[in-house]
């Protein structure tokens, strides 16, 4: 793996502006969430008060990021329903999925003429975070720096990673350059689902369903594929068990 010449601080504009666009991943089949999921689709699963997508769309308007691409498939109507009633203020653009399920890099390629920004956020819907003493998206806009990466991904230590029960997805250097965990090691960091990415990126990408992976993969091997430490609470909210346990915490403060 590369590394970095230069600490990241020195970049040359620490203040550049947020990403004028994002994207929620909201297309799952949602299977581990059922029965929760039987009549309705994850995305729309409540915790703490609303549903999953609008934490996620909170999220972006904190940051003021207006235009959202969501990509739908299971129950597809009840997503476009809903964000017709609660997302009017944001311009909201639905790519459909119906026909065939994209996975998260093929549902990032059929959109990215949708999305119209470069470069963009993508969110997971059924992960939720909550800020810390840094606005999160700013805080990963201030961070990036096109010269050096070409994506850039939120990660969550594996201590405070509530709901998730792996070992961990990713090692960090000091620079924030990322490496795959090996084998049955544990690794410091888990991917949080919440990314910024370059439009380039899917230039030269299969056609039709393939994992974001596949994108990760590549930018290890040439150095470019970064991360940047969450400061706040963050939830995988998986099963019914998970919804449960984030709203016990969440009322807990």
């Given at each position: 793996m590369k590394t970095h010449r230069a600490p990241?601080?020195?970049?040359?504009?620490?203040?550049?502006?947020?990403?004028?666009?994002?994207?929620?991943?909201?297309?799952?089949?949602?299977?581990?969430?059922r029965p929760l999921t039987a009549t309705r689709p994850k995305p729309l699963v409540r915790v703490h008060?609303?549903?999953?997508?609008?934490?996620?769309?909170?999220?972006?308007?904190?940051?003021?990021?207006?235009?959202?691409?969501?990509?739908?498939?299971?129950?597809?109507?009840?997503?476009?329903?809903?964000?017709?009633?609660?997302?009017?203020?944001?311009?909201?653009?639905?790519?459909?999925?119906?026909?065939?399920?994209?996975?998260?890099?093929?549902?990032v390629a059929k959109a990215l003429p949708l999305i119209g920004a470069d470069p963009f956020f993508v969110v997971n819907s059924d992960n939720m975070w909550v800020d810390g003493p840094i606005d999160t998206l700013r805080q990963m806009a201030r961070r990036w720096d096109p010269e050096i990466m070409d994506a850039l991904l939120l990660v969550v230590p594996l201590a405070r990673a509530h709901g998730y029960e792996g070992?961990?997805?990713?090692?960090?250097?000091?620079?924030?350059?990322?490496?795959?965990?090996?084998?049955?090691?544990?690794?410091?960091?888990?991917?949080?689902?919440?990314?910024?990415?370059?439009?380039?990126?899917?230039?030269?990408?299969?056609?039709?369903?393939?994992?974001?992976?596949?994108?990760?993969?590549?930018?290890?091997?040439?150095?470019?594929?970064?991360g940047i430490a969450h400061t706040g609470q963050w939830f995988h909210v998986g099963t019914p068990e998970a919804v449960k346990e984030t709203e016990a915490l969440l009322g807990n403060g």
């Open positions: 990241l601080s020195l970049r040359p504009n620490p203040e550049g502006p947020l990403p004028a666009a994002a994207m929620v991943l909201a297309a799952g089949l949602g299977k581990r969430m008060g609303k549903t999953l997508l609008d934490h996620a769309l909170d999220n972006l308007r904190g940051s003021d990021v207006r235009r959202v691409v969501v990509n739908v498939h299971y129950l597809a109507g009840q997503v476009e329903a809903h964000l017709a009633r609660s997302a009017a203020d944001l311009d909201i653009v639905v790519s459909d999925e119906r026909e065939a399920l994209l996975e998260t890099g093929g549902g070992r961990g997805d990713f090692h960090m250097t000091p620079e924030g350059l990322l490496a795959r965990r090996r084998g049955a090691r544990v690794a410091p960091f888990v991917f949080s689902g919440v990314q910024l990415l370059k439009a380039s990126l899917f230039e030269d990408v299969p056609d039709g369903a393939f994992s974001l992976n596949l994108i990760y993969d590549r930018l290890i091997e040439s150095g470019r594929l970064y």
